[in-house]
T-cell receptor
Framework: DVKVTQSSRYLVKRTGEKVFLECVQD?????MFWYRQDPGLGLRLIYF???????EKGDIPEGYSVSREKKERFSLILESASTNQTSMYLC????????????FGDGTRLSIL | GQSLEQPSEVTAVEGAIVQINCTYQ??????LSWYQQHDGGAPTFLSY????GLEETGRFSSFLSRSDSYGYLLLQELQMKDSASYFC????????????FGGGTRVLVKP
């Protein structure tokens, strides 16, 4: 089975801090994604990556950046955390250009105080 | 851009049938996916339709009409464990197999 592991289940940070969310997948998938999930809004794509050192902006990239130095690891960075970034963050991965399903991690519930 | 609409909540009793509709607007379309998410859990893949018609997988079926920009997920013989949120998602014509998700439909199954 595909395993997508997010480093923290719950995280509490303060406004202005730099926050790192880590995601690791064990299936050698080309594509990795970061979403945030808020009630009634579904999953909104922040950034995605289709190869090492490659990244593409999703629908809501403002206030975020990403890093993909190794194929299995995709990091989401909140440069200066703000309270409106309090949310559930989900990482996903899948194989390259195909209809293959995305496999999700269990999520990180991030609270910015 | 892409947008999807689905009902916010549906309630039904065990053994019943529930249909969750999804309408979408997209500038490029490859297919429509459905994901299930239990409270506190990760979304998990249920089905994918690229062509018109009905795809059946056990108690769940998914339908697509490309000409109507419409699809639905059919949950039959409802069980308590089917209580979850269900998301439709459109696969667009962009690098990396990008998905755009709807807001989700919360299904509550009552005894």
């Amino acid at each position: 089975d595909v395993k997508v592991t997010q480093s923290s289940r719950y995280l509490v940070k303060r406004t202005g801090e730099k926050v790192f969310l880590e995601c690791v997948q064990d299936m050698d998938h080309e594509n990795m994604f970061w979403y945030r999930q808020d009630p009634g809004l579904g999953l909104r794509l922040i950034y995605f990556s289709y190869d090492v050192k490659m990244k593409e902006k999703g629908d809501i990239p403002e206030g975020y950046s990403v890093s993909r130095e190794k194929k299995e690891r995709f990091s989401l960075i909140l440069e200066s955390a703000s309270t409106n970034q309090t949310s559930m963050y989900l990482c996903a991965s899948n194989e390259g250009m195909s209809n293959q399903p995305q496999h999700f991690g269990d999520g990180t519930r991030l609270s910015i105080l | 851009g892409q947008s999807l609409e689905q009902p916010s909540e549906v309630t039904a009793v065990e053994g019943a049938i529930v249909q969750i509709n999804c309408t979408y607007q997209t500038s490029g379309f490859y297919g429509l996916s459905w994901y299930q998410q239990h409270d506190g859990g990760a979304p998990t893949f249920l089905s994918y339709n690229a062509l018109d018609g009905l795809e059946e997988t056990g108690r769940f079926s998914s339908f697509l009409s490309r000409s109507d920009s419409y699809g639905y997920l059919l949950l039959q013989e409802l069980q308590m464990k089917d209580s979850a949120s269900y998301f439709c998602a459109v696969r667009g014509k962009a690098a990396g197999n990008k998905l755009t998700f709807g807001g989700g439909t919360r299904v509550l199954v009552k005894p």
